[in-house]
C-alpha cells in the first residue's frame, strides 16, 4: 500500500498537468543540458513520494534494461561519428527514455484509480469514460501477472519462448500459444467485472453526485515548479 505523502495528496489533475510537462521534455524538448535537471526532478519527486524503491526498481527494470542495450546498440549500429560519440548518443536517448518510463511508473504508484473518475467527474466529463480509463489503468498490472501466469505453464509443458535467428518462425509460433489462453483470460475478467458493476447497480447513463474540487498550497507549488521547469528545459 502506498505511504502517505505530499505527492500521493495532490489533486488528480496537478498530477496530471505536472506529468504532461515533465514527459515531453524526458524524451524530445528538451536539451542535454536539461536532463541534469530532470534527473534531479525525478530523484526528488521519488524521495517525496515515499515509494518502495526496491518495488520500484522491479516494476521499472523489465523495461529500463532492455532499453538501455537497445538504444546503445541501435546508436553504435546506425549512427555516424566515432565509437564514443556513437556510445554517449545511445546513453543519452537511453536516459530520455528511462525518464519517460520512470515518471510514468512513478503516477501510476501515487494515483489512486477512484481519482481518474472523481477527476473526470470535477471538469464536466461523464464518469462512464473515467470508469471506462480507471478499469483498463486497473486492469494492466493483473493483465501483467496473468501473461506471467500463462507463460509460466506454457513453459512447464516444454514451450521455449527464446528468439533464434536460425528459426524465427518457431518463437513466433511459440508466443503464438500465448494469444489463446490469453483472450480466455481476459474475456473472462471482463465478463467478471460488468457482472459486479451490474450487481452494484451501475448505471453508465446515470447521475453520480460530483465530489467537491480540492486543491492546496502544494498543488500550486508543484504546478508552479513544472511550469518553470518546462521553460528551463526548453530555453537551456
Not at 546508436?75 to 565509437?83: D, I, K, R
Not at 504508484?109 to 466529463?125: A, D, K, L, S
Not at 483472450?183 to 465530489?211: Q, W
Request: glycine share 6%; aromatic share 10%; proline share 6%.
Amino acid at each position: 500500500m502506498q505511504k502517505p505523502s505530499v505527492i500521493y495528496a495532490l489533486n488528480f489533475w496537478t498530477k496530471s498537468l505536472c506529468l504532461s510537462l515533465i514527459l515531453p521534455l524526458a524524451t524530445f524538448t528538451s536539451s542535454i543540458k536539461a536532463l541534469p535537471l530532470l534527473v534531479v526532478v525525478f530523484i526528488m519527486t521519488t524521495t517525496l513520494s515515499r515509494i518502495n524503491l526496491q518495488k520500484f526498481w522491479k516494476t521499472t527494470r523489465t523495461y529500463i534494461i532492455p532499453i538501455i542495450a537497445g538504444m546503445v546498440t541501435l546508436s553504435l549500429l546506425f549512427s555516424a561519428g566515432t565509437t564514443q560519440e556513437k556510445l554517449i548518443g545511445g546513453l543519452i536517448l537511453a536516459l530520455r527514455f528511462s525518464l519517460l518510463i520512470g515518471f510514468g511508473v512513478l503516477f501510476s504508484i501515487v494515483t489512486n484509480p477512484i481519482e481518474i473518475p472523481t477527476g473526470f467527474m470535477q471538469v464536466g466529463i461523464p464518469h462512464r469514460y473515467g470508469v471506462t480509463l480507471m478499469v483498463a489503468y486497473r486492469m494492466m498490472p493483473l493483465l501483467s501477472k496473468k501473461i506471467k501466469t500463462i507463460t509460466n505453464a506454457q513453459r512447464s509443458r516444454g514451450a521455449s519462448f527464446k528468439f533464434s535467428f536460425k528459426k524465427p518462425s518457431r518463437f513466433f509460433y511459440q508466443a503464438g500459444s500465448l494469444i489463446v489462453p490469453l483472450l480466455h483470460a481476459t474475456l473472462d475478467m471482463s465478463v467478471k467485472l460488468s457482472d459486479a458493476l451490474i450487481s452494484r447497480g451501475y448505471n453508465p447513463e446515470g447521475k453520480i453526485t460530483v465530489p467537491p474540487t480540492k486543491s492546496s498550497i502544494y498543488d500550486f507549488c508543484l504546478l508552479g515548479t513544472s511550469i518553470g521547469i518546462a521553460a528551463l528545459g526548453i530555453l537551456l
